[in-house]
């Protein structure tokens, strides 16, 4: 099972500015981090999906 790393505070900070830039709104940093742990589950789970029909297309 995959892990989900504490993100560091570089990590938010990179973070933070992507998301203040791209929507022109600014996060708090309780946002910030609510945003990384979606989006890291959210990869997880495109991960998991992708690994699984991966599976499916060999066994048709």
Do not use: R, W
């Not at 946002?31 to 991966?54: D, M, N, P, R």
């Amino acid at each position: 099972m995959l892990e989900i790393k504490s993100p560091t505070k570089e990590e938010l900070d990179q973070l933070k500015c992507f998301l203040e830039a791209k929507f022109g709104i600014s996060f708090s940093d309780d946002e910030v981090l609510e945003s990384y742990y979606s989006l890291t589950h959210l990869g997880k789970a495109i991960y998991l999906f992708c690994k699984q029909q991966g599976v499916k297309n060999e066994i048709s």
